[in-house]
């Protein structure tokens, strides 16, 4: 799905975020600036969590838009290069510590960030 609903926040270490439309991600809708150390706890959880393992034992994801929300994927920029988390691919549940750093960011982020609605044509 990931239709015109669905953001994609990329995440940078230096607490910028920004948040594009996953099927169009040449486009930036708005950035924002969020606390640093909201980013720094995600970064210290991806680096003390075997990701391959977590994303193994994960179910998988759903296409939320189809139900009751809206998929979301977080693309975090490290100097080691990017990591993806999406909705669709993995669930990402709050229950493991590195996807709540991950809905703390998003939540941050969204609170001053602002993407409207759009109907598929």
């Known amino acids: 799905m990931m239709g015109p609903n669905c953001p994609t926040y990329v995440v940078y270490a230096n ?72 909705s669709i691919d993995e669930e990402l549940s709050q229950t493991e510590p590195l996807f709540d750093a991950v809905w703390n960011i998003v939540v941050a982020a969204s609170q001053s960030t602002e993407m409207a609605l759009e109907q598929r044509p």
């Open 15 to 86: 607490g910028q975020v920004d948040l594009f439309r996953t099927e169009a991600v040449d486009t930036r809708i708005d950035s924002t600036a969020i606390d640093v150390a909201l980013v720094d706890v995600l970064m210290e959880q991806i680096h003390s969590t075997d990701l391959t393992a977590l994303r193994l034992r994960l179910p998988d994801g759903e296409c939320q838009g189809c139900f009751d929300g809206i998929d979301t994927k977080v693309v975090l920029v490290t100097a080691d290069g990017e990591v993806t988390f999406n």
